[in-house]
């Protein structure tokens, strides 16, 4: 199972910023595209943003362009979420993903899910 990891969320107040990291360690994470995603108590998963592996070419859902950076080396994808708001408070996963064209075939994931990590903006 192609399972990732993430880590890194915590408490913060709004406006203020964490970096989530993704990682795995029985696959080659580098050779994937990888999105990560977040639910909300009571919502859908919805998409946040994910990257490309050879371009390293990045997608953010609108709501975070500005805000959100997602990044990658050879073996971590990161997730830097600066001026973070109460609206982003979720459990934010990670996963392989397909990239398409259109924006609906963009961050499309496959495999299963890990813990996720809680990401809570409040003050």
């Known amino acids: 199972q192609a399972r990732l990891v993430e880590s890194g969320g915590g408490l913060v107040q709004p406006g203020g910023s964490l970096r989530l990291s993704c990682t795995a360690s029985?696959?080659?994470?580098?050779?994937?595209?990888i999105g990560w995603f977040r639910q909300a108590a009571g919502k859908e998963r919805e998409r946040v943003s994910c990257?490309?592996?050879?371009?390293?070419r990045p997608y953010y859902i609108d709501s975070v362009k500005g805000r959100f950076t997602i990044s990658r080396d050879a073996n971590t994808v990161y997730l830097q979420m600066d001026s973070l708001k109460p609206e982003d408070t979720a459990v934010y996963y990670c996963?392989?993903?397909?990239?398409?064209?259109?924006?609906?075939?963009?961050?499309?994931?496959?495999?299963?899910w890990g813990q996720g990590t809680q990401v809570t903006v409040s003050s």
């Open positions: 996963s392989a993903v397909t990239v398409g064209i259109t924006d609906q075939a963009m961050c499309v994931p496959f495999g299963s």
């Open positions: 029985t696959f080659s994470l580098g050779d994937y595209a």
């Open positions: 990257i490309t592996s050879l371009e390293r």
